[in-house]
């Protein structure tokens, strides 16, 4: 009966203590390990190719009149890093945060709200403001675009007007 | 909220598996496995709900399993505590829009307060998988040891 636990203790010296004392003591995190995604809302434009991206729609977009509101729930993100893949400008990244237990779910969101452009002719709003800025840098290269900031319904029918007129009608 | 008076002793806790695909469960045995050792703050495994203070409930809760979840929660004594363990269990994960499945504690929450059980306190633990370390750390949030660390952020785009 006794040999056995001798046995036992000699090979338990060998090992040593191995457990972690871990929420007095640092965690044990890989290089690798992938916890919330944190974003920069000063560089995020709201084009919602993080949202698409998102396989359990932890990520999504609010529309209502001048505000476009990009959605984080921690709660139901499943760590993946696909939206950091994705993001066209940097703006999502991952970080090792997994300390997320809390007693209210309202704590796990996270909120960016990207105001809207105004269209001047119809008063409409269509597009978050940085998006809108990109795409004048972008397009202002060959010639400054006359109706950029004006919303697509608009654009057409001004369009149209002026085919019209170029026609002399 | 102040720590309930039971959970000054020992925590026993009992393993509610609603539907989960087992990732969540694997990481409930690290936990009390020797490696990451819960019984360092006297948590301890039990059979039956009717011994439990804490029920580590993981899974969506399928429809299938919502009668007998009802049941083993209403089989615990008061003060009857929850610990949600994933995404699945949080907010219904990737399930979250599907038919099969209730969609997590909240609304399970709502059927049970229906049914007059009475849950005292739950904590959510987010991760798919939750990590041991996760899981240890919503324990300690639960009993009072440690403070929550998140907070909702809302952000105004183009601030700098």
């Given at each position: 009966?006794?040999?056995?636990?001798?046995?036992?203790?000699?090979?338990?010296?060998?090992?040593?203590?191995?457990?972690?004392?871990?929420?007095?003591?640092?965690?044990?995190?890989?290089?690798?390990?992938?916890?919330?995604?944190?974003?920069?809302?000063?560089?995020?434009?709201?084009?919602?190719?993080?949202?698409?991206?998102?396989?359990?729609?932890?990520?999504?977009?609010?529309?209502?009149?001048?505000?476009?509101?990009?959605?984080?729930?921690?709660?139901?993100?499943?760590?993946?890093?696909?939206?950091?893949?994705?993001?066209?400008?940097?703006?999502?990244?991952?970080?090792?945060?997994?300390?997320?237990?809390?007693?209210?779910?309202?704590?796990?969101?996270?909120?960016?709200?990207?105001?809207?452009?105004?269209?001047?002719?119809?008063?409409?709003?269509?597009?978050?403001?940085?998006?809108?800025?990109?795409?004048?840098?972008?397009?202002?290269?060959?010639?400054?675009?006359?109706?950029?900031?004006?919303?697509?319904?608009?654009?057409?029918?001004?369009?149209?007007?002026?085919?019209?007129?170029?026609?002399?009608? | 909220?102040?720590?309930?008076?039971?959970?000054?002793?020992?925590?026993?806790?009992?393993?509610?598996?609603?539907?989960?695909?087992?990732?969540?469960?694997?990481?409930?045995?690290?936990?009390?496995?020797?490696?990451?050792?819960?019984?360092?703050?006297?948590?301890?495994?039990?059979?039956?709900?009717?011994?439990?203070?804490?029920?580590?409930l993981?899974?969506?809760?399928?429809?299938?399993?919502?009668?007998?979840?009802?049941?083993?929660?209403?089989?615990?004594?008061?003060?009857?505590?929850v610990l949600a363990i994933?995404?699945?269990a949080v907010?219904?994960?990737?399930?979250?829009?599907?038919?099969?499945?209730?969609?997590g504690f909240?609304?399970?929450?709502?059927?049970?307060?229906?049914?007059?059980?009475?849950?005292?306190?739950v904590v959510y633990v987010?991760?798919?998988?939750?990590?041991?370390?996760?899981?240890?750390?919503?324990?300690?949030?639960?009993?009072?040891?440690?403070?929550?660390?998140?907070?909702?952020?809302?952000?105004?785009?183009?601030?700098?």
């Amino acid at each position: 009966m006794v040999k056995p636990i001798l046995k036992l203790i000699t090979v338990a010296k060998e090992a040593g203590v191995v457990t972690r004392k871990y929420p007095y003591d640092s965690p044990l995190l890989t290089e690798e390990f992938r916890g919330k995604i944190e974003i920069d809302a000063s560089i995020c434009w709201g084009c919602g190719a993080c949202v698409k991206a998102c396989p359990s729609n932890a990520l999504t977009i609010r529309e209502s009149m001048d505000v476009r509101e990009l959605v984080y729930f921690a709660g139901r993100c499943i760590f993946c890093g696909r939206c950091a893949d994705v993001c066209p400008t940097g703006a999502i990244k991952v970080t090792k945060e997994f300390e997320l237990a809390t007693e209210e779910l309202e704590d796990l969101e996270q909120v960016v709200i990207h105001r809207k452009v105004k269209c001047p002719i119809c008063g409409k709003h269509f597009v978050p403001q940085p998006l809108g800025r990109y795409v004048c840098e972008k397009c202002a290269k060959g010639g400054v675009p006359t109706y950029m900031m004006v919303c697509p319904e608009c654009r057409r029918k001004v369009g149209v007007k002026k085919m019209i007129r170029c026609k002399g009608g | 909220m102040r720590t309930p008076r039971a959970l000054k002793r020992s925590i026993w806790v009992f393993h509610l598996n609603t539907g989960s695909c087992n990732a969540c469960d694997i990481e409930i045995l690290d936990v009390l496995a020797p490696f990451m050792d819960a019984e360092r703050f006297g948590v301890k495994l039990v059979a039956s709900p009717r011994h439990a203070d804490v029920a580590l409930l993981t899974g969506p809760i399928t429809r299938e399993t919502l009668p007998k979840v009802v049941n083993a929660l209403r089989a615990m004594p008061r003060p009857r505590l929850v610990l949600a363990i994933g995404a699945c269990a949080v907010s219904g994960g990737i399930w979250h829009d599907s038919y099969s499945v209730i969609g997590g504690f909240p609304r399970l929450k709502k059927i049970l307060e229906e049914n007059g059980v009475v849950i005292d306190r739950v904590v959510y633990v987010p991760g798919c998988p939750a990590r041991p370390e996760a899981i240890i750390y919503g324990l300690a949030v639960l009993v009072g040891l440690l403070k929550k660390k998140v907070r909702k952020e809302v952000k105004e785009a183009g601030e700098r």
